[in-house]
């Protein structure tokens, strides 16, 4: 090498280096700060479910993504500037949350897609996403998934790339081999290991099925197939690393023992005896009740779907003790949190499955007020995420729905939505009429 070639290859490595120092810098100077969208929604009446009450000609303030004053319209300001979202003769209730989705859901019968491969259902869930907020839901606790399939849908949502709603996932249901799941592990050491598996991909929440399914052509849904051992470590080591821990559940001495080890929640609960309900109670044990997949508006569902008819049988009887149970679980007092393990916005009894399972509560014995907490400020509570969502509070992130008549009276209210937010961005509006 030349020494001009030399020196000029150094002075050309000096200089990339200057600029690699110099760019961070010089993109910060170039760089203005985006001015946060101010919003206000005026002369709603707002449902104030941490307080079961309402707050009439009120106006909410969003900047951003959050909201920041809350109240009457005579004490809170509207900013100069903000864009104005007429709410007159309207309600504003929180957006639903519904805490048992499979967003990938591929249920066997007619309309089952075959050979779906792990690319295609991401994108099938991210469009799943999208008809869930302009479902009114804006918050899902996904209860198993495949192939990792749900991290990379809520990177996607929680980046801005896609509209979704925010997820919290359990990612693979853990099950001891031959149980109701995919991912199968044995012993304690098993579980273990299968429970750190997920957290490292990114669970938040831990799914074991500790009894069978209502679609299993084998065992009994009441059966307890887990050890005690292998239920004790599991739970264990979730709670070790930050996780809670749900189970799908049927069988009483399962549940009681899952109790006994601390376990968060239950899905579906058929079959709960009042010691169950009552020790939950005590615990502080949520119960995602799951209605409307044994209800008979689901039964128009699996017949269109092709179920079979042993199916349509089972689900007939499972049916009528399902809600007994529940209607012993909201006498007795259990925390409930809504979800309906079908897809938010499935067509279920003329409405939502998110609905129609919020209005089988009060046919259970809550009132509207209950039902639509069960779908708001209960399952905030359940996720740990009350700070930030589950009531029109200052501070929350401004998940919202705009409605035209009070679901806090008659929670069939929820059918109609005029306007979907989240996060301070309009997802979703009825009227074609744009004023934002
Ligand atoms: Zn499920």
Redesign the pocket.
Known sequence: MSKLVKKLARAASVLALVSMVASPSAIKAQTAPTPVEVKALVGGTVIDVLNGKNISDAVVVIEGDRITAVGPRSSVAIPQGAIIIPAEGKWISPGLMNM???LG?NLPGASYIYNENPQARILRMTINGRKTLEAGVTTVRL??EENGSDFVVKKAFDEGSFDGPRIATVGQIIVPTGGHGTLEADGPDGFAKAVRQQIKAGATWIKFSISGGISDTHGSIAAAPMTDDELRVGIEVAHRNGAKVTA?NGAPVAALKAMEYGVDSF??GYYFTDPVLKMMKQKGTWLIP?MV?SQPGALEFYKRIGSPQWYLERQKVVGAEHLAMLRDAVRIGVPIALGT?QFPFEPNNGTTATVSEAETYVLAGMTPMQALQAATTMPARMLGMEADIGSITAGKYADILILPADPSKDISALRTIDLVMKGGKTVYRRAPKATN
Request: aromatic share 0%.
């Open positions: 048992h989705v499979h859901l209860t198993g799908h899905e579906h799951t997949v393990d």
